[in-house]
């Protein structure tokens, strides 16, 4: 997997990063990963976990129901299929 490094980072934006982070319970790197996921993520593609999400949540699904989703949910990233 690639590795960037920021350079020149102004010290306010390392801050509100850190906070950002523990407030969500996550590291520093694994907050700055999601924040650039998603702001390079295309505008109105909707992903079928989002989609299933809102059809649960019509349906009177409970928080406590999409935690044990969350939970059994597999994480691995997608890797693109390779043709050659």
């Given at each position: 997997?690639?590795?960037m490094t920021i350079r020149n980072l102004p010290e306010e934006v390392h801050r509100a990063l850190?906070?950002?982070a523990a407030?969500?319970?996550?590291?520093m790197e694994a907050e700055?990963?999601?924040?650039?996921t998603a702001a390079v993520?295309?505008?109105?593609?909707?992903?079928?976990?989002?989609?299933l999400a809102d059809i649960?949540?019509?349906a009177g699904l409970?928080?406590?129901?999409?935690?044990?989703?969350?939970?059994?949910r597999d994480k691995t990233p997608v890797r693109p299929l390779d043709l050659g």
């Open positions: 997997m690639p590795i850190r906070v950002r407030t969500r319970g996550h590291s700055v990963r999601e924040i650039l993520a295309p505008e109105g593609r909707v992903k079928l976990g989002s989609l649960g949540r019509e409970t928080d406590e129901e999409f935690a044990v989703f969350d939970e059994m």
